[in-house]
């Protein structure tokens, strides 16, 4: 079974600052893994994915994430952090079913930017 | 980018009644669907799994006839809410899955559910 681990259900960091947003998975196979960002009332908007190709995976907004594979882990970053980045950050981890891609999601990971 | 629409965006009824929201994939077929439901500050938690022209898969814990799923064409899936309760308010979110994009699941918008 997958499953997808965030530490940290709050990180507070100031603008301007180096964001980092943990995640660790668990996986029997190869996985694919994505990180999602959602705002107040709203669905959810991918971030990244990582589908095997290169390890270190860029996205929108200026986020990245590198796949570790020793490690388990598949953590977001952003070098400077803005205000419109104050978001709930998910990351999840898919598993091929007969009819698509299932995703599991971790607890999420509430981001509060400071000025 | 491939879009989903979820309609309607919020509703609110009376105790007893049945709900339908309806999940669109705008641009894109998509022979998969899934339904999630979140609790405040909480993540999504996956209900169902709905294919086109076969019968959802519900997840563990989930009641079948409670969350009615259709999934008619490749294009739309609807959740009914029936006799629904105070504590089925929440927040619903569809998603469907872009086969050309490595199975990519597209979000919906979410529907704001509150049950009176």
């Not at chain 2, 569809?94 to 509150?114: D, H, V």
């Amino acid at each position: 079974a997958q499953s997808v681990t965030q530490l940290g259900s709050h990180v507070s960091v100031s603008e301007g600052a180096l964001v980092l947003l943990r995640c660790n998975y668990s996986s029997s196979v190869p996985p694919y893994l994505f990180w999602y960002v959602q705002y107040p009332n709203q669905g959810l908007q991918l971030l990244l994915k990582y589908t095997s190709a290169a390890t270190l995976v860029k996205g929108i907004n200026g986020f990245e994430a590198e796949f570790k594979k020793s490690e388990t882990s598949f953590h977001l970053t952003k070098p400077s952090a803005h205000m419109s980045d104050a978001a709930e950050y998910f990351c999840a981890v898919s598993t091929l079913t007969g009819g698509g891609n299932k995703l599991t999601f971790g607890t999420g990971t509430q981001l509060k930017v400071e000025l | 980018g491939a879009v989903v629409s979820q309609h309607p965006s919020r509703v609110i009824c009376k105790s007893g009644t049945s709900v339908k929201i309806e999940c669109r994939s705008l641009d894109f077929q998509a022979t998969t669907m899934f339904w999630y439901r979140q609790f405040p500050k909480k993540s999504l938690m996956l209900m169902a799994t709905s294919n086109e022209g076969s019968k959802a898969t519900y997840e563990q814990g989930v009641e079948k006839d409670k969350f009615l799923i259709n999934h008619a064409s490749l294009t739309l899936s609807t959740l009914t809410v029936t006799s629904a309760h105070p504590e089925d308010s929440s927040f619903y979110i569809c998603s469907a899955n872009e086969p050309r994009s490595y199975n990519e699941q597209f979000f919906g918008p979410g529907t704001r559910l509150t049950v009176l």
